[in-house]
């Protein structure tokens, strides 16, 4: 009996894959890998920004801190910042203006050295006839994109 060859034998079947198959599941493979890069560099702005976001909180409430340990200042925290060397060794006695100007020479130093363009202002307003005061204490900084955000403390004492 005569062993016949199946018909289909003289077509050629696919084996493995081919170079075009190749280069396109490369090209897949690298826009993912971008997709996953440019993820991850957003994520690094995003937590740069959420920690000078922090700061500036930290801050602000530093000098919500000292306004508090010297309530007698009262509008002396909306004037300029002095070094009056009202702390440390050898420091000098000072009234309360005095140690309100020290305050804020030493918090705008921390500002400046602390979040990247960092300035702040302080703005003090009379309540109920000059029986309370409202301190509004503003801190900004500029992110590595450009933005200046600012972070608003309002204390009223």
């Not at 890998?33 to 702005?45: E, H, S």
């Not at 005095?98 to 030493?106: R, T």
């Amino acid at each position: 009996m005569p062993v016949r060859k199946p018909a289909f034998h003289g077509r050629r079947t696919a084996q493995g894959f081919t170079l075009v198959e190749a280069m396109v599941a490369l090209v897949v493979l690298a826009v993912g890998m971008l997709g996953i890069a440019g993820l991850y560099v957003t994520t690094l702005r995003s937590g740069g920004g959420a920690i000078y976001r922090m700061q500036a909180v930290n801050l602000a409430a530093d000098l919500g801190d000292r306004i508090r340990a010297n309530r007698r200042a009262n509008v002396a925290y909306a004037g300029a910042g002095a070094d009056n060397n009202c702390y440390g060794a050898g420091s000098a006695d000072c009234g309360p203006a005095q140690m309100a100007a020290n305050d804020l020479f030493v918090w705008n130093q921390q500002v400046a050295a602390i979040l990247p363009g960092g300035n702040a202002v302080v703005a003090v307003n009379p309540v109920a006839g000059g029986a309370l005061f409202t301190y509004q204490i503003t801190v900004n900084w500029t992110e590595s994109g450009g933005a200046t955000p600012s972070y608003l403390l309002t204390l009223q004492l």
